[in-house]
């Protein structure tokens, strides 16, 4: 488990404002990537000529086209051409890998501090480091790595019990194991307590060498905040979170930009499904288990709730099982 071979798969859609920063960030790593999958999915500007003209410079880079579908489809879309180049590789080849966007600018050593980290901790499964969006980010000033100015950043505050969904990190044996990713919204949250399911360990870090710049705020969607606010009301309600749990999350996030609208936009999303009565994801196990730990964290604290999870899972960690059948 100590080999550095990493894959990195990339959909992207009409990526042309950011993609040349985030390609020249990944092509300048202290460890670059075995293989480095780009799914264009349908873009209309920019993005194909600019793929091209990196894949003809770097021979690790491969481009698939995909057709237009005719408009970005968030969630299961978005996994969808993700595994248009997952398919088109043998995982067995690879020790990690990794979908990452391409609206990212990474630090230089980034997937070698990663795998440094997972080396040293076999049962780390799936990793990530911190996301922040400039505070002017509409102007996109140049990066100076580390990031240490966190004044002239604004921390997207996700929580240490997950990786980062624009930038999921994954040991090859944990992303089989856990059946890889389903396709829909709340993908991002629900491999990773998969992951805690079956002993693995889900994790990011804000470290300096570890914190990347998200070009495209989180949650802003492809249309305006209130839209992707209403959709990470409605994922949780899919994931299978309890009322009370997103009532406490949404208080916090509250406090993020766009201030209190964001909150009220996600508690929409949630309780409104709650009203259509929406289908959720997988069955009574999944969600026992995830509402165990998230009444965990209400009353104990997140941190002292992770540990004693990830402690008391640990005997179910077998990176050398075939994947089990686990709820769909």
Same mark, same amino acid.
């Given at each position: ?5 990493? #894959? ?17 960030s990944?092509?300048?790593? !202290?460890?670059p990537?075995?293989? +480095? ?9 920019? =993005? ?10 770097y ?16 969630g299961g ?11 088109s ?7 990690y ?15 070698? !501090? ?5 080396? %040293?901790?076999?049962?780390?499964? =799936? ?6 969006f400039?505070?002017?980010? !509409? ?7 580390p ?8 921390s ?10 624009? %930038?999921?990190f994954?040991?090859?044996?944990c ?10 919204? %709340?993908w ?6 998969r #992951? ?29 905040? +209130? ?13 299978? =979170? ?8 949404? %208080?916090?996030?509250? =406090? ?11 508690l ?19 969600? !026992?288990f ?20 990830d ?18």
């Amino acid at each position: 488990m100590n080999g550095r071979r990493y #894959c990195l798969i990339t959909p992207c859609r009409d990526e042309a404002q950011y993609a040349r920063r985030a390609l020249e960030s990944i092509v300048s790593q !202290s460890v670059p990537p075995a293989l +480095w999958v780009l799914v264009d999915d349908g873009s209309r500007d920019e =993005t194909p000529a600019i793929l091209a003209e990196f894949a003809a410079r770097y021979p690790f880079l491969r481009v698939i086209r995909r057709p237009d579908r005719g408009d970005r489809k968030l969630g299961g879309g978005v996994i969808d051409a993700f595994y248009t180049g997952y398919e088109s590789i043998d995982p067995r080849e690879f020790d990690y890998v990794c979908k990452l966007d391409l609206d990212l600018e990474m630090p230089p050593t980034y997937f070698e !501090s990663l795998m440094q980290r997972m080396q %040293a901790n076999p049962r780390i499964g =799936t990793c990530s480091g911190k996301a922040y969006f400039p505070v002017a980010h !509409s102007q996109l000033p140049p990066t100076q790595f580390p990031l240490t100015r966190l004044e002239d950043y604004v921390s997207e505050k996700i929580g240490d019990d997950h990786s980062l969904g624009m %930038a999921k990190f994954y040991r090859t044996r944990c992303f089989t194991q856990i059946g890889g990713f389903i396709r829909q919204l %709340a993908w991002d949250g629900i491999d990773s307590h998969r #992951c805690r399911q079956l002993g693995w360990i889900a994790t990011s870090w804000d470290a300096p060498e570890l914190r990347f710049v998200h070009m495209r705020p989180m949650g802003t969607s492809h249309k305006n905040w +209130w839209t992707g606010r209403v959709r990470h009301g409605f994922g949780h309600y899919f994931m299978g =979170t309890t009322p009370v749990w997103m009532l406490a999350s949404t %208080a916090y996030r509250m =406090t993020r930009p766009p201030v209190l609208i964001g909150g009220v936009a996600a508690l929409w999303g949630y309780f409104g499904s709650m009203l259509r009565r929406a289908p959720r994801y997988g069955g009574a196990e999944f969600r !026992s288990f995830l509402r165990r730990y998230q009444w965990a964290c209400l009353v104990k604290g997140k941190q002292r709730a992770l540990q004693e999870l990830d402690a008391a899972q640990a005997p179910l960690w077998n990176p050398e099982r075939e994947a089990p059948a686990l709820e769909d």
